[in-house]
Structures are given as C-alpha cells and as structure tokens.
C-alpha cells in the first residue's frame, strides 16, 4: 500500500490549542519536508543561537583591541592616551563578556549583561566630553556606535528570553526528532 | 490544552530521516494504563501536539536505506522502545535502558542521573518521539526493534507484543518466582493481568489480585485462578496476611505506578494531597504497601511506571526485612521472540484483555472511557481505518 507523498495522516495528540485558523499567517514553505519543527532545533532557536555567537565574537574581538592596543583606542574615540588603563579595563570586560557567551548554551543573562556593560561604555564616554581636550566628533562617532551594539544586544537578548529552551545538548548517536509530524506543523 | 485534553487532528505524514528508519502504516494501536499518566499530566516534558501512543503494529510501507530485515509489505508489531542494538547496554538485552535512542539525552540525565531508551510517544524526557496512536508510524532503528509477525495470526493475538505482554512477563520473571510461590499482584489491567498468567509459568503457587474495578477482578479469577482482593472495602495488608498465614506473599509485584489510589489510607490522602499541590510527583502508595506486606526475604518486581520522587518510602522496612526488589521498563527485544512462540504454540491468546475497538477518532473519548474504568472498559484497541459501524465491544 502507498501513501500519497506530503499527505496527512490522523494522530491522537496532546493539547493542542484548537484548529489552526485559516487566516493564520506563517512562514513560506514549500512542502510538509521542509518544515523543520522541533523546539531545540528550530530555526529561531538557530537563528537566536547564532546571533548570540556573533555578539560573542564581536564582544571578544573588540575586547582584545582595547586590552592589547588601548592608546591606539583612545585616540580612535577621542580620548587621551592616558586614559589607557580604563580603556584596558573596559577591554577585558568585554573579553569576559564574549568569553561568558561562548561558554552558555542559552546565554540570555550574559547578554543582557553587555546591555548593562553598553550602558558602562556610554557613562564613560559622557564623562569624557567633560574633558575640554576631548575630540568631541569622534567621542559621538563612539557613542553611535555603542548606541547600535546596545540595540544588537537588547535584540539579541530578548530574542533568546522568548526561546524556550529547556535542553542544552543532544544526544549525537541518537535518532533524530527534527521534522516529525505533530500537530503544530500545519498539513500541507 | 494542559491535562486531560487528547485530540484526533490531521498532521503530517511521518517520512525516513535517517537510513535506519522505517514507516509502518497502523493497523491496531493500543492505549495503555502509562498512557494516563501522560493524559493526567504526571509525565514532565509533554506539549501541546505531541502524538502520544506505544503501542502499535501494521505493515511496513517503506524502510531506509540501512534496513535489511524488512520489507514493503511486512507485517510487525513495533515495540514501545527504541534500541540502536549496538551499545553496551542493548548488548547485554538491557534494550530499555540503551544508551543511543534518546536525542534528549541530557534533560533526562538531569532527572535522573543517567538517559535511559527512547520511547515512541511518551515526552520529550524519553525523546520527543511521535506515538503510534496515528496512521502511520516512523520507527528508528528499525533494523532492531519491529517484530514481523506471521499473517495466520490476528491483529488482536500479536499486538500487546508491542508492550504490556511483555511487560506482564517480566515483571513476573522479576518477582523471582519459585515452584509453589505465593504472588501478589497490584494492579489488574493489562500489565498485571499478563503478570498473574504468566506466573503460572514460573510455578507460581497461590495467586493474590488486588484491585477496585470488579471487572477486572472477575477477569483475574477467571483468567488466572487468582483470589481477589479489592481494596475499596478489605484491608489489604490485613487480608493479605489471612490468606498467608501471617507470612505475607513470597513475591509482590507493583503493576500500578505513580498513580496509586488510596484506598482511604492516610499515607494515600498525603500522597494524593502533595501532588495536587505539585509537591510530590509519585504517588506511591502501592509500593509503601507491597513492602509492608511482603513476607522477609522476599521480591518486590515493579513494572509500574514512575516518573520522579517517590516520598516516605518504608527504606528501613525494605532493608530490614531483606526484600530484593527488581524493576525496570521491559527489556523488549529480548522478549517478543519468545513470547510470540508461545502464542504461536497456543500457549496464551492475549487478545483476552480487549475490552474495546474503536475507530482511531473516538480515542479521545476512549481516554475518559479508559481512565475512569467506565463500561467494563479493561483494554481499547484502536483501529485506523475502522468504520464507527464496525465498533466492537
């Protein structure tokens, strides 16, 4: 006996929220196979999973930068080179927020943590354009430019708030279950 | 929606992952007494469209790539446990306990302390795998768990293969059952049903059944010579040592679960209070009273489904009295083979215990109908495909 390929079959099922409504809006896809449904594996968690590798590399990458090369930064931002050592400071914090990320599967606390280490940078940045010596252009350039990671990070972190994720790690060897059928998938 | 809310919906079609699948077309499927405790909200890790169901059986109508034993066409009852057949554990028949089948491995690690098998449709803690109350069914390591069954027996014959025959038999083969034993078996659905008959079979002596459905006690009588007991309005403990002599039973065996009715007892009334307010996850009123009640030196074989902690627990009753107590989900593989010949050989006809077949849309009626041992109801069947005008009971 065949079964008509992409076809419906009927399930007993577990407390499913009513029948889909037919106005419901979702996402494109081409057929039932390419709808990957499972909470762990779907694609916002991908998505949010991987937003946040980002923000981690960033975090790192201009966690070095401050940390190895802070006069350079300082005169990049417009401050003074002896402002090196808070500049330095700033740096390692943002190597441990990177490092913090990488290391957490749901990283949501660490990134609301760059939230509150944005608003850090921000503080700092304003206490430097009290300084007459300050170069005021680049200062607001920095803040810009802390002002979108800022918008990043509280995107980031809200994105992964919403995820439910209640497993960190699967088993490799074992069957998958991305793509089975329930009643949250619609029927094509 | 939460507890209690089983529905019949359309979804999609199951379809291979991976090389060792296989999709089988269902032709019966069972709901089982751990199907309730799903339904009642017992199990962690359920949402909502997830297909429940365990066991199932039909015709294969595709198989992957790495499949060799079977083919389009053939007839198997899957069974409720997924095994890869190659780890330690499925190498040394422990096939419940296989390391390999659980994607969730991790969470269920968490809860405690090691991954066991995957289940087909019993929570994302056993794998998040789709059940088999469905038309069709995708099965992992298919190249180990189906069983093909010959066409000269029916559906109703063969498919509590897929779990609580098995299940019943080796619950008794844990009670470590000696020639003339006295067995006391709580709990007579199905489980504890196939428990009791197949105690003949490892010498069982004296059979003691205990229940409050009077359906099920009759079928108990009448199936396996046992003496009853129902718990509603004897003692348990206190009729138990009449009928022992004061010894109580040689070989006790829990085919209740997490979801033990009291009886009126006030260890039941705490166990029933702590988990409605979610301070408790078990209620293990059965196994309190099967260790009270088993004479010293005996066997507690527990093949009722628990799912976290168990509280107040007689530990110094238990080590006390020096009462062996074996349990486990059943270690399926090793024993559908063996237990197929016997039906074979006309040794059991399991199909004893139907009480129902449905089409697979009134499932969720026959989830109530099941939970509440309404109409005699003692085992439901349901069939995909069946016409309303077709229901048997």
Redesign the interface.
Known sequence: ?????????????????G?MPSGETRAQIRS??D?VE???RNPANLVAGKFASGLALFSLGLGLAEALMPGKMARMIGVNEDQSGTIRALGLREIGHGISIMMSQKPTPQLWARVGGDAIDLAYLGYAATNDNANKTRLAIAAAAVLGATAMDLAGARMLGSQDW??????P???????????????? | ???N???????????I??P??A?V?ITSTAICGSDLH??DGYMP?????????HEPMG?V?EVGPAVNNLKVGDRVVVPFT?S?GECLFCKKGLFSCC?????????AQKIMGH?TA?LFGYS?LT?????G????L?V??ADVGPLKVPGDLTDEQVLFLSDVFPTGYMAAENAEIEEGDTVAVWGCGPVGQFALKTARWFGAGKLIAIDDVPERLEMAKRESGAETISFDSENVYDRLMEMTQGIGPDRCIDAVGCEALAGGTFDGMIDAVKTTAMLATDRVHVLRQAIWACRKGGTISIPGVYAGAGDMIPIGALMNKGITIKTGQTHMQKYMPMLLEKIQNGDIDPSFIISHEVP??D??MM?ETFKYKLDGCTKVV?K?GMQRSQTMH
């Open positions: 006996m065949q079964r008509e390929p992409g076809g419906a079959s009927k399930a007993t099922l577990d407390s499913v929220e029948k039932s196979a709808y499972l909470k762990y209640t497993m960190d790690k699967v088993n060897k074992a069957p998958t279950n991305v793509g089975q059928p329930s009643a949250r998938q619609p029927v094509m | 929606m939460g507890k809310d089983v529905r019949v919906e359309d979804v999609p079609d199951p379809r992952l991976e060792r699948d999709i077309k799903l339904f890790t359920m949402e909502k469209g997830d297909i429940l169901g015709e109508v997924i890869c390391d390999n089948s659980n994607p969730n491995a991790l969470t991954s995957g994302h794998g998040g795998f789709a059940g109350q469905a038309e069709y995708r992992p390591f697979l849309e499932g969720p989830y349901l995909p």
